[in-house]
């Protein structure tokens, strides 16, 4: 199994473009997730899913959007890019319930200028 | 207050000595506790999770849980240069996990 897969592995972005950041992972987990770490800083929670068709808001939605169409994929798109989203990002899964271990992807880091 | 806090600054041990790592939580409510262990520009790792009161043990790493004292550690016996890194704590609680800051360990050869 691969895991927890993530592209790209980096990326500079002007501000107001737009980009999605691709998740995938092959272990048939039901709950996938998308953080975000600033230097220095914990782990954020942006938005987080239970199952295909089912997303909702984490602590920091704010400027980003996600959709889970499969079991696998779990996309988390930027629409208008701003240097406050410059950050590490890190999408995760986690199986059979949500207070179960999370298992990470090796993350995307954006620079937004 | 923050949900979880890690309040210590970095931790420098001589190598093969104990290094210990403290967790409050703010969630009296949180169900599942966990260490994770993150190398400079790579993803968090699980180390040890915890989920009831007591002592966990798992090779070097021992995890200690105190619900009633809202209070999570980890013990690393027997460091070792490897076991430098940023050691992150996380809580369950109210559908999230919740991460504290981080504490960095330096083993010193």
């Known amino acids: 199994n691969a895991g927890v897969t993530q592209t790209p592995k980096f990326r500079i972005l002007k501000i107001g473009q737009s980009m999605t950041l691709q998740c995938a992972q092959d272990?048939?987990?039901?709950?996938m997730y998308w953080y975000r770490q600033d230097p220095g800083m914990g782990l954020k929670l942006i938005y987080y899913s239970v199952g295909a068709g089912i997303t909702d808001k984490g602590e920091v939605p704010n400027g980003y959007n996600v959709s889970r169409s499969t079991t696998e994929d779990f996309p988390l798109r930027l629409e208008l890019a701003a240097p406050s989203q410059t950050s590490v990002y890190f999408c995760a899964s986690s199986y059979p319930r949500q207070e179960e271990t999370q298992y990470f992807g090796p993350g995307t880091r954006l620079l937004v200028l | 207050q923050k949900e979880v806090e890690q309040n210590s600054g970095p931790l420098s041990v001589p190598e093969g000595a104990i290094a210990s790592l403290n967790c409050t939580y703010s969630d009296r409510g949180s169900q599942s506790f966990f260490w994770y262990r993150q190398y400079s520009g790579k993803s968090p790792e699980l180390i040890m999770s915890?989920?009831?009161?007591g002592d966990k043990e798992d090779g070097r790493f021992t995890a200690q849980l105190n619900k009633a004292s809202q209070y999570v550690s980890l013990l690393i016996r027997d460091s070792q240069p490897s076991d430098s890194a940023t050691y992150l704590c996380?809580?369950?609680?109210?559908?999230?996990?919740?991460f504290g800051k981080g504490n960095q360990v330096v083993v010193i050869p």
């Open positions: 915890i989920y009831s009161n």
């Open positions: 272990m048939n987990h039901n709950y």
């Open positions: 996380a809580a369950y609680g109210n559908n999230r996990l919740a």
